[in-house]
């Protein structure tokens, strides 16, 4: 990588500012550019004594180039004082000292009677200015009444004080400064919030779009298989018995479809609207997710067993519980290729945090999950992986369900080391007395 390969990118990420940019990085940004301009008339100002001096002229205002001489040293010392607490200390702070010490270098190269009456109102706008592109804006309105509050006591002290023209334009400049912080903010905010919106609209339907090309095509292409073997098969009379056979396999098919279908509807309303949350019997729940799936499947070896010391835990919920409990199931037995289908649901409650939850380990003797996806299975609507089959939309309602009960999940190989053997889904709900 080249030098300007190295300095564009930098430059993008140090200065350059976005509308994405949360507040904060945008106010850090303000401050390397601040830092950048006061650094660079700082070197500048080094360059004229040896400039008149190279040519051998006498510049005449000796003493003058002198005190702004080092007042540039003390601006670039300082510079250098607040990268550093910028980077190993806190952004705020180096905020805070580069506008304590551009106030001083100003009113010190002032006359300091003038200064401190408020004659030479303008100056008190600097700092004012400065917070509100640096701070938060209520800094701003605090360090706004200190300033007026210095100007009444420096009256007292030194009797003067500013014209009622000069006070009014300082509270006017003060007041734009500030409204333009704040809508420049109110603008930000908005548009990274209209910007995730965007994303996360085009995000669903990218993963539905997707959704929908493998899985409906997966779909009617195993139903075309089917009419074709039904077709040869009932040209020949001696096949006829497999044609049962065959209708299984298209009963799948089309209670694969439905389920697709009924998963996409729940993600998107659970993604739409935010349904009331009741107190309910969890394990009762349970146990009707557990009627259907065995109801759904009724023509396989299907044992689902629970075990629990308690007949009923409660927990605050609504009618996605039971998809939540249906959808984990159904990945258990469509994933499994024993001939009997073993599953295994063990309740507890657990204390994390102090906070207590109720406990849903979900055993399967399924052909499990590699420690590769692990991770995925939740967070991807659609998997093409050839070692799970694909997991279509069912884990990722799971997951948007737990969050939305402010729950936890994970998945663990039932025999450690080995996932062939099977899985084991760990669910945990918020208890409720």
Not at 238 to 263: F, H, T
Not at 291 to 300: E, P, Q, V, Y
Not at 321 to 345: G, K, P
């Amino acid at each position: 990588m080249n030098i300007k390969e190295k300095i564009i990118p930098f430059i993008k990420q140090k200065f350059v500012l976005n509308a994405g940019d949360p507040n904060y990085i945008r106010k850090s940004k303000f401050l390397n550019i601040l830092l950048f301009i006061c650094g660079s008339i700082s070197s500048l100002i080094f360059l004229i004594p040896p400039i008149f001096t190279l040519f051998e002229t006498s510049f005449g205002f000796e003493e003058r180039i002198i005190k702004i001489y080092s007042r540039s040293l003390i601006l670039l010392v300082g510079i250098i004082v607040i990268l550093i607490i910028k980077k190993f200390v806190s952004k705020q702070f180096a905020s805070i000292l580069f506008i304590i010490l551009i106030t001083l270098l100003v009113f010190l190269t002032s006359d300091l009677e003038l200064v401190s009456s408020g004659v030479l109102i303008f100056w008190y706008f600097l700092p004012v200015l400065l917070s509100s592109l640096l701070l938060r804006s209520i800094w701003s309105i605090v360090i706004t009444f200190v300033i007026f509050i210095i100007i009444l006591l420096n009256h007292f002290v030194f009797g003067l004080f500013p014209r009622s023209l000069e006070l009014a334009g300082f509270f006017i400049f003060a007041s734009i400064s500030l409204f333009s912080s704040r809508v420049l903010e109110s603008s930000l905010m908005h548009s990274q919030r209209s910007e995730k919106n965007t994303k996360d609209a085009y995000n669903r339907v990218e993963l539905y779009t997707d959704l929908f090309s493998h899985d409906i095509s997966n779909i009617f292409q195993n139903i075309q298989t089917f009419i074709d073997l039904c077709t040869n098969y009932l040209i020949d009379p001696s096949k006829v018995e497999d044609i049962e056979e065959l209708l299984r396999i298209a009963n799948q098919q089309i209670y694969r479809g439905s389920n697709l279908v009924s998963n996409v509807r729940n993600l998107t309303e659970l993604e739409k609207s935010k349904q009331q949350l009741i107190k309910k019997d969890t394990i009762l729940i349970l146990n009707q997710a557990i009627d259907k799936i065995k109801n759904d499947f009724s023509d396989i070896s299907l044992k689902i067993e629970i075990d629990s010391v308690d007949k009923s835990v409660f927990t605050k919920s609504n009618q996605m519980l039971t998809f939540l409990f249906e959808n984990i199931l159904r990945n258990s037995i469509t994933h499994n290729e024993n001939l009997s289908i073993e599953i295994l649901i063990k309740i507890s409650e657990e204390l994390i945090d102090d906070i207590g939850y109720v406990k849903f380990e979900i055993f399967d003797n399924g052909i499990g999950i590699p420690d590769s996806i692990k991770e995925k299975i939740f967070q991807r609507g659609l998997e093409n992986s050839a070692d799970i089959g694909g997991i279509g939309l069912g884990l990722t309602l799971v997951n948007k369900i737990v969050e939305y009960f402010d729950g936890q999940i994970k998945v663990e190989d039932k025999i450690k080391g080995n996932h062939s053997q099977g899985s084991i889904f760990t669910v945990l709900l918020p208890t409720i007395e």
